[in-house]
């Protein structure tokens, strides 16, 4: 089974809480805080590996974690980074943020890696927490949480060179015919239902990798048969060799094939379209009208293609179309390298408003801000060093303006990052 999407979950490890201890020892009366650091929660990376074809794997394990942070020890010792999770998929995967669409990363190298979410920061001991006017706190901080965030998986393949065209006009036959691949061959349509990769060698350390894609039908553009699958796996080529088939074997017009094909491209993207396209008019070993003849050479002199007419079971005129292939691969230039987009979050903080007030349906007061979200999380409330570092910042973000605004009133119930507090002027006090 071929499977070329996916959707998983993944989940950055939490960073371990920083420690609040004192030096006591024999002879030192006066040690001193000495609460280490959190260590750093393991990142979750994805990677490239030339050793794997398939998302089918992630079909039956959907969801990643990456290991939390350990706690800050004593004598300032930072506690251990979390493992990191690293998530092998096919070469020319591309990775998505499932909410939002955007691109994350395209790895089209083997061993190319990119970070799709990354693990919250180790919580600071109190040892950190010393100045010059405050020479013993007891303040310390829970550990950062990790990025979590729904990915979508989409493989397309790499290939200079796709045989496209109508099922059963001899795309996994000149495959077979080029290369050591060798495809499922029957005389029935869409034999092929997964693309099948192989290599043609020309000697002298030149190749060049040719697929044999899932047959086309009219309206593929809109869905329909194998289109989106097929037309996906068309994007990555440099040059189409459009099949069809000359004989007319199938009952269909060969000239007619050219121009069905050319607007299903044209209708999914046009940047496909634009493509170079060779035509390969196959089963010319077999009658071949001469009226018909004349009207491939016709239709494939009006989209600017070079006509060969083939025959993959007989070898007939493969040299010829091969040579044409290569001279056209060499004509292109070299794509350019992709470059790794920007983590999610990154985008994200920077586009995000900075504070969003709801109502729930309790008619709680539900403040959203990344960075009081954050607060939230690493301070520790039982301590009361925490607590009034939580109120000082809570009334220097102004928030209580903007709730003020919405009509909030003494006791009314303020949520932030799922934490409950009672309102009270000038304060909020924690409920939970």
């Known amino acids: 089974m071929f499977v070329d999407r996916a959707k998983i979950s993944v989940a950055a490890g939490n960073g371990g809480s920083g420690m609040s201890s004192f030096r006591r020892e024999k002879f030192v009366p006066r040690g001193g805080p000495d609460g280490g650091d959190g260590g750093r929660g393991g990142n979750v990376y994805v990677r490239a590996d030339k050793n794997i074809n398939t998302l089918i794997d992630f079909r039956y394990r959907r969801k990643f974690k990456a290991g939390n942070g350990r706690n800050g020890q004593p004598a300032t010792k930072t506690g251990g980074d979390g493992q990191d999770c690293e998530i092998a998929v096919p070469v020319g995967t591309m990775v998505f943020d499932a909410d939002t669409d955007q691109l994350i990363a395209d790895l089209v190298s083997d061993q190319q890696t990119a970070l799709v979410a990354r693990g919250g920061r180790g919580g600071r001991g109190n040892a950190r927490f010393v100045s010059s006017t405050h020479r013993a706190p007891t303040l310390s901080e829970h550990g950062e949480p990790g990025e979590s965030r729904e990915l979508l998986l989409e493989l397309k393949l790499l290939a200079d060179v796709g045989l496209i065209g109508f099922p059963n006009v001899g795309k996994s036959s000149i495959l077979a015919r080029l290369t050591a691949a060798r495809p499922e061959i029957a005389d029935y349509h869409f034999t092929t239902l997964t693309p099948v990769l192989g290599v043609v060698s020309l000697g002298d350390g030149n190749s060049f990798v040719i697929a044999d894609i899932p047959g086309l039908i009219e309206g593929a553009h809109t869905g329909r048969g194998l289109g989106f699958e097929f037309l996906r796996h068309i994007e990555r080529t440099r040059v189409l060799v ?32 634009s493509r170079p396209q060779i035509i390969a008019a196959n089963k010319s070993d077999l009658s071949v009208d001469q009226e018909i003849r004349a009207r491939i050479i016709e239709r494939s002199y009006k989209i600017g293609a070079e ?26 230039p070299v794509d350019e390298p992709v470059v790794v987009h920007a983590s999610v979050a990154e985008r994200q ?9 709801t109502r729930n349906e309790s008619g709680h007061f539900v403040v959203s801000n990344s960075r009081l979200e954050k607060l939230v999380f690493m301070t520790k409330f039982t301590d009361d060093e925490g607590w009034r570092r939580f109120q000082q910042i809570w009334q220097s973000m102004d928030i209580e303006r903007e709730l003020n605004a919405r009509g909030i009133r003494e006791g009314d119930i303020v949520v932030i990052a799922g934490r409950e507090f009672e309102y009270r002027q000038q304060a909020a006090k924690n409920v939970d």
Not at 242 to 267: C, F, K, M, W, Y
Not at 351 to 357: C, G, K, L, R, S
Request: hydrophobic residues 40%.
């Open 242 to 273: 459009h099949v069809v088939d000359a004989s007319g074997s199938e009952g269909r017009d060969p000239a007619d094939d050219i121009v069905t094909i050319g607007n299903e491209l044209q209708s999914y993207s046009r940047d496909l379209a």
């Open 307 to 332: 006509c060969y007419f083939v025959s993959a079971a007989t070898g007939f005129g493969m040299a010829e179309l091969v040579a044409a292939i290569w001279r056209k691969l060499t004509e292109l």
């Open 349 to 357: 903080d920077r586009n995000e408003p900075a504070t969003v007030i």
